[in-house]
């Protein structure tokens, strides 16, 4: 599958440019309509932060803002750094695997090609439980030093991921690059890894600096004064139709249902892009774009995974503020209920941690999250409309 991203990339940019199937004027919180938005998405392919194919997206979210009758413009920032994989392979005998290197990779090995025996002091094994999350963290750090400690040439790295399929995490830009390739193998290819064997690893990238990135930010400008802020991530690791699909569907929904359903305030809607590799686009619109926390009545955020079929993890986030209301307008949607630091979930961290007493959002976390099986076929079209409608009507009721 992974070797084939070019022609997926190729596909997308054809794809994207045909028309949406659903009627302009169509009920924004029909499921239909959601589902469309959902499907286009999709056919965009790879949605990775640096490539052509999550620009497009972003050009297309761009369009249906403006459609929507806001005041459309986009803010341009660089992250430091990118790693684009073009492909990358395990040979085993007569075996060819994918594989895909655990962000960040060591400077000197962004291309590679490595023969050795799958040993301590060769390609150095190394199995994860898994975790339900979505961010590498200090005990994977730990686990991999025990691996870099034997001097291998790379680590072979399984997650025991329940869809059996090659899992990454979400990395940050100020993590140091591994001292040797981490190269991660899906469940289903991990009997293949007998100790001992002589494997062959070859992977084909390169890295970017000062790398260009964009948010979208649409506004309805009424002069109220008070700002309802929704917002809602674009890029991921792989075309994440499910992860991202649904919470793009609802912020669209929103953005066709601003004029009507939220009078009372001023809106501003951001899609960013950067997430998976340190929230680049959050972290840049909160320093400047977003409006002051004590201007602003409430967030809303659409995070990952909102309508999936095979949910692990399902989280209905809130401050302590917000939550009454929340309660009784999700009430219908199942989930774990968050609130108040715990709430501050994803990108709803960097909210929390900027001031903003009043915030609201979904995350979540399924069966394909973060491996490249997630398509539209992991979503469930009945969730959509009930998801959307929560949030609908929760920022209709903010005063």
């Known amino acids: 599958m992974l070797r084939h991203l070019l022609a997926v990339l190729l596909v997308g940019s054809a794809m994207a440019s ?48 403006t459609l929507a009758g806001l005041r459309v413009s986009e803010q341009r920032f660089r992250m430091d750094r990118q790693y684009v994989l073009k492909v990358g392979t395990l040979r085993i005998g007569d075996k060819l695997i994918d594989v895909v290197p655990q962000w960040w990779p060591p400077e000197d090995k962004t291309s590679f090609d490595i023969t050795a025996p799958i040993a301590p002091g060769g390609l150095a094994r190394v199995s994860l439980p898994y975790d339900r999350g979505a961010y590498l963290n200090d005990g994977h750090r730990a686990r991999l030093a025990e691996a870099f400690a034997q001097k291998p040439q790379a680590v072979l790295l399984d997650i025991a991921h329940p869809s059996g399929e090659i899992f990454t995490y979400n990395v940050d830009q100020a993590a140091a690059p591994w001292p040797v390739p981490v190269l991660l193998v899906a469940p289903k ?21 000062d790398v260009k990135g964009r948010n979208v930010v649409a506004r309805l400008d ?29 912020f669209l929904a929103m953005a066709r249902l601003a004029k009507e359903k939220f009078p009372a305030h001023d809106l501003v809607f951001v ?6 590799i340190g929230h680049g686009g959050m972290e840049h619109f909160m320093r400047d774009g977003a409006p002051k926390p004590a ?11 909102l309508a999936c079929r095979d949910p692990v993890v399902r989280a209905i986030n809130s401050s302590a503020a917000l939550t009454p209301l929340v309660d009784r307008h999700f009430a219908g949607i199942a989930g774990t209920r968050f609130t108040a630091e ?25 069966k394909y999250f ?9 979503v469930d079209p009945a969730l959509l409309r009930p998801v959307a409608k929560a949030f609908a009507d929760t920022l209709a009721a903010i005063r």
């Open 370 to 378: 973060h491996t490249p099986a997630d398509s539209a076929a992991a």
């Open 222 to 250: 009424r002069g109220r004064g008070k700002w309802l802020v929704i917002s809602t991530p674009v890029t991921s690791w792989f075309t994440s139709t499910c992860e991202r699909g649904p919470g793009i569907a609802g």
């Open 271 to 276: 899609a960013t892009s950067g997430h998976e």
């Open 342 to 366: 715990k709430a501050a979930i994803g990108e709803l961290r960097e909210v929390h941690a900027a001031g903003y007493a009043n915030f609201f959002g979904m995350a979540g976390i399924h």
């Open 18 to 65: 045909l028309p949406a199937p659903v009627p302009a004027r169509a009920d924004p919180l029909d499921t239909g309509r959601l589902m469309a938005d959902v499907t286009r998405y999709e056919t965009f392919g790879i949605h990775r932060y640096g490539l052509e194919s999550a620009d497009a997206t972003l050009d297309w979210i761009a369009s249906e803002l």
């Open 295 to 305: 201007a602003t009545a409430a967030w809303a955020h659409f995070g990952s995974s």
């Open 189 to 209: 290819d991990a009997n293949l890894l007998q100790a001992g064997a002589s494997a062959s690893v070859s992977v084909r990238a390169a890295y970017r600096r």
